[in-house]
């Protein structure tokens, strides 16, 4: 769907193979993917590029997270750039068991406890504001009687989710607000299974066309969520996913020397919980359209989508609750 990336390849001669990734400016996307020229942009076109080609994921190295070797940055006669990437060899995220997610929290709360906030005139800024501003959705769908009677939304749905999610939009500036307020690291911006590896303990992260300047926490603030919604793992491991990943978080940060407040880091992972005020309103717009699992590939049942992803959202609304009331006691 994104804008920036015209095409993903695996190529192969003989025993070697490698990942072929095109970034273009010239292809059009649907609302809210087109791509961006604006350095600061969470969609700038050519982001990925310079992070590969400046090294900057070698900053988390050390902790055990990495990125695909970068083999060749290729600037094409047609403007576009192809980024000729190790093909790694790894178990994706979408198959690990909860203590695997939890070595990955471990690792990333080491690599951003101890490298800090990363400034370039490329990483991206206000990410979170501006992706959850991109999604053109109906959110007059939240007040509409009629929908909420559909049955897939009856029968699947949680009681009281409506009304948590109408509370949650309301609060989006104030979360927002909250997030930018919050200690500063370099963040991938979308960590979530797809995009993760692990490769013989090390985790390997791909596609790092959004990563920029995020809050501590942030980034398994998307990690956590994401899991379930395209139903990598049940909604109801959620609190046992986020109790782990989370602890395995913290104990990253400490090792690795930082000595803030642990109440600022879960302010900003249950403050999160704004980026997916779009959500439920997109999936209200299409409740007669069949849906599919990520990438389009095939169907998923419709009714198994919407118990899981509704699960989920009220799991998001607890931490918007307990946003509310980490920032009362933090003043």
Not at 12 to 19: E, F, V, Y
Not at 58 to 79: F, K, N, Q, T, Y
Not at 88 to 113: E, F, I, N
Request: aromatic share 8%; charged share 25%.
């Amino acid at each position: 769907m994104n804008g920036v990336t015209a095409g993903i390849w695996r190529v192969r001669t003989g025993r070697r193979s490698a990942i072929v990734k095109v970034l273009t400016r010239r292809k059009e996307a649907g609302a809210g993917w087109e791509s961006a020229t604006d350095p600061r942009h969470w969609n700038y076109w050519r982001r990925e590029a310079d992070v590969y080609s400046t090294g900057l994921p070698a900053l988390w190295s050390g902790a055990g997270v990495r990125a695909p070797h970068l083999l060749r940055l290729v600037e094409r006669d047609d403007g576009d750039l192809a980024l000729w990437l190790e093909d790694v060899t790894g178990t994706p995220a979408t198959t690990w068991p909860l203590a695997r997610h939890t070595l990955l929290g471990h690792q990333l709360g080491l690599a951003q406890g101890g490298a800090g906030p990363v400034e370039q005139p490329w990483t991206s800024r206000s990410f979170l504001r501006d992706y959850v501003g991109s999604k053109r959705v109906p959110y007059e769908l939240l007040e509409d009687d009629t929908t909420w009677r559909h049955p897939l939304v009856g029968e699947n749905l949680p009681p009281g989710l409506r009304g948590e999610l109408l509370r949650l939009h309301r609060d989006r500036e104030w979360l927002l607000n909250v997030m930018e307020s919050l200690p500063r690291t370099l963040c991938h911006l979308d960590l979530w299974p797809s995009n993760a590896l692990d490769a013989g303990g090390e985790s390997v992260l791909i596609d790092w066309a959004f990563a920029g300047d995020g809050a501590l926490g942030e980034d398994i603030g998307n990690h956590i969520p994401d899991s379930v919604f395209d139903l990598y793992v049940p909604a109801a491991h959620l609190p046992e996913l986020d109790a782990a990943m989370y602890g395995g978080y913290v104990r990253g940060l400490r090792e690795a020397g930082w000595r803030g407040d642990e109440r600022l880091v879960r302010l900003a992972v249950c403050a999160s919980a704004v980026k997916y005020d779009w959500l439920v309103p997109r999936m209200l717009q299409h409740l007669d359209r069949q849906p599919v699992g990520y990438g389009g590939q095939a169907p998923v049942e419709a009714a198994r989508l919407y118990r899981e992803r509704g699960a989920a959202m009220m799991f998001l609304a607890r931490w918007a609750d307990e946003a509310r009331r980490l920032s009362d006691a933090l003043a």
